[in-house]
């Protein structure tokens, strides 16, 4: 069982940047993988990155492919978002989630745990 929570977000103008962490804890499964995702009003859930925690791999929606910045850091239990040259349609709840599944393909896999969720609005 993972606790996730998240933190960061806020308030920037289009082409900043910001950053979401996510600190889990708990019993931490051998092969996890964990990212940020979004689910805006009357659409899908969409996984924006997310990274296998033990070997890496990462994914990026075509939106966040060459913007953002996935990382991870086992020996804190945290992992991160950098999001540069940040758009109005980045704008959303991004909330953190782990998945006890480690395969980071085409996309990521969805979770089973689920951080509070993180506000990022992009305005001028």
């Known amino acids: 069982q993972l606790h996730l929570v998240d933190s960061g977000g806020g308030l920037v103008q289009p082409g900043g940047s910001l950053r979401l962490s996510c600190a889990y804890s708990?019993?931490?499964?051998?092969?996890?993988?964990i990212g940020w995702f979004r689910r805006d009003p009357g659409k899908e859930l969409e996984g924006v990155s997310c990274?296998?925690?033990?070997?890496?791999?990462?994914f990026y929606s075509d939106s966040a492919k060459g913007r953002f910045t996935i990382s991870i850091d086992n020996a804190r239990n945290m992992m991160t978002l950098q999001m540069t040259n940040l758009k109005p349609d980045d704008t959303g709840i991004y909330t953190c989630?782990?998945?006890?599944?480690?395969?980071?393909?085409?996309?990521?896999?969805?979770?089973?745990?689920w951080g509070q969720g993180a506000q990022v609005t992009v305005s001028p």
């Open positions: 989630g782990a998945a006890n599944s480690d395969y980071v393909g085409t996309g990521c896999p969805l979770p089973d745990y």
């Open positions: 708990g019993s931490t499964p051998d092969y996890f993988a």
């Open positions: 990274i296998s925690a033990r070997n890496r791999r990462t």
